[in-house]
């Protein structure tokens, strides 16, 4: 997998536990067995019944729709791709599927809702991003081991026991990393067109500080362009795009450089912290960024596409210009900020889980084997149809019907790296065709968090990271879109974390951090 110290190499066995996000109530591993046993028992028509063999007939099988939710935009054509599907899923499992996108600005809210709830799902996306560690020990999510080994035969054949392990929640494993780039360099992209238009010499920007007169220069000559935007809705430009720091699982308590001699510290009490807030605010002050950032629902690649922005920072990886300009539609050129770094939030933001509330998680591990090994699945749910949303240039390589392009194709998820196995994809003919190699090359170089493969377990500061949540909602993202004056909110925002525990939370992460490190010499 990654260059790294032989214990990680022996397979990463924990999970970074979220320090960002609420926490949810405790549950204990035979509770959630527990949970597997009656969901299966309560249906009666479970596979485990029907077949003790992922090889067994699919005639053997009752029939059974699948239910599967991940954030995205609804798309027009996605009833024709459900009935694509449902051909292949008959054949080989005897089910259908029905497809549940969520936009991503409503994800959070809504996954655990349906989480909560009860709601009938058979497989979730599920992510460090979402609090996906204190989710699985509360008991929403199914442990997946057994199934793994039972009707999963393609996962173990795609996804190394490393990248497994590292959803392991109390030793259990309950969700499946997607195979993708599980590691990243941060960096900005920007419309080449208007760097080629003022002579925008990209090889002297070095910092995020070097942006400052190219954004000056936008705004200057392109008074309608918002120069910087947020990657995603309702996030700061800086963090949603701009890492320096391995988060650890939440940013109460993080590694500054990715190393840091293995010291955790408060981000927002860091220098760093200060400075580029500092930076932000000037630049909201000079109209580089929008002035309603923080409560936004477009994405910068949708600003950008309608062509009210100029760039954004984002998380990249081989390739990546070539993929973002089909995206967005206009050819974009990229700058790299920062070294390429693996951490363990790499590999496990975005996995497939198995909530509790499936009616058949036997056939929900069939469905999730085969988006990890089956390359006509694959392509169908993350391209669409061939011929009416893409066309074949050769085997592998694909591009847009005459008359169609990003703006008005009927399928355009762009998400084929929340799929399962990406590695199956087809590529663009705007893509390098061996792009999925150099992925595969970049991921094993990439350099290691100090950290990697280190857990939080957050049961003891449950009460302190639910009071300091609130308040990184009420400050952080004011500050990161530069909205608010630091010099005058960075200190209340501190002495709010302060007084809800953060310093507690960071004591408490060192503590396990340093008796993680012991067992890694």
């Given amino acids: 997998m990654f260059k790294k110290r032989n214990a990680v190499q022996a397979g990463l066995t924990v999970l970074l536990a979220s320090g960002m996000l609420l926490a949810g109530c405790g549950s204990n591993n035979s509770d959630n067995a527990s949970n597997a046993s009656n969901t299966q028992n309560d249906s009666g028509s479970s596979s485990a019944e029907a077949t003790s063999s992922s090889t067994s007939n699919a005639a053997d099988l009752p029939p059974y729709e699948l ?76 442990p997946l081991d057994e199934l793994i080994t039972k009707y999963g035969s393609g996962i173990q054949a795609a996804v190394t ?18 195979i993708k780039d599980m590691a990243s360099y941060y960096g900005i992209e920007m419309r080449k067109d208007m760097v080629d238009k003022y002579h ?67 981000w927002y009490e860091t220098p760093q912290y200060a400075n580029e807030l500092d930076l932000m605010h000037k630049w909201f002050q000079a109209d580089y960024v929008l002035k309603d950032a923080a409560t936004s629902k477009q ?54 889980a198995i909530p509790n509330s499936s009616k058949d998680p036997d056939r929900a591990m069939m469905l999730m084997n085969l988006l990890y090994s089956d390359k006509e699945l694959f392509n169908l749910l993350a391209w669409g149809i061939e011929g009416k949303d893409y066309v074949k240039k050769s085997d592998n390589v694909i591009d847009y019907p005459q008359g169609v ?92 974390l302060k007084a809800a525990g953060a310093d507690k939370i960071v004591a408490e992460k060192q503590k396990q951090l340093d008796e993680w490190a012991k067992t890694q010499q």
């Fill in 299 to 352: 994405s910068g690649i949708e600003l950008v596409k309608a062509g009210k922005a100029f760039a954004f920072l984002g998380n990249m990886m081989p390739d990546f210009d070539s993929t973002i300009s089909r995206v967005v539609g206009t050819e974009m050129i990229g700058v790299r900020l920062t070294a390429d770094h693996a951490t363990s939030d790499t590999i496990n933001n975005s996995m497939w």
């Fill in 405 to 496: 392009d990003a703006t008005n194709v009927g399928y355009n998820f762009n998400l084929s790296y929340l799929f399962g196995n990406q590695f199956l994809s087809y590529t663009w003919t705007t893509e390098n065709p061996d792009k999925w190699q150099k992925v595969d090359e970049f991921n094993k170089n990439a350099t290691p968090s100090k950290a990697l493969g280190f857990v939080f377990d957050v049961n003891n500061v449950k009460t302190e990271v639910a009071a300091v949540s609130n308040a990184v909602s009420e400050y952080a993202l004011g500050l990161e879109t530069g909205m608010l004056d630091p010099g005058e909110n960075l200190p209340k925002f501190i002495a709010k």
């Fill in 200 to 266: 925008i010499d990209v090889t002297k920007i070095k910092t995020l500080d070097d942006l400052t007169t190219v954004f000056q220069t936008i705004k200057e000559n392109e008074p309608d362009v918002t120069p910087l935007v947020a990657k995603n809705p309702g996030t700061s430009p800086f963090y949603a795009g701009y890492l320096p720091f391995d988060p650890l699982g939440g940013s109460i308590g993080v590694l500054p450089d990715y190393d840091n001699g293995l010291k955790v510290a408060n």
């Fill in 67 to 142: 239910k599967i939710a991940f954030w995205g935009n609804d798309q027009k054509d996605l009833p024709e791709v459900e009935e694509a599907m449902n051909k292949i899923l008959k054949e080989k499992i005897n089910a259908t599927i029905k497809v549940m996108p969520i936009a991503s600005s409503q994800w959070g809210e809504q996954s655990n809702l349906m989480l909560t709830s009860g709601e009938k799902v058979d497989l979730m996306i599920a992510s460090t991003l979402f609090n996906y560690p204190t989710r699985a020990a509360s008991g929403v999510y199914l």
């Fill in 161 to 178: 026991p490393a990248q497994l392990s590292a959803a392991e929640v109390n030793g259990q494993t309950y969700a499946v990393p997607t």
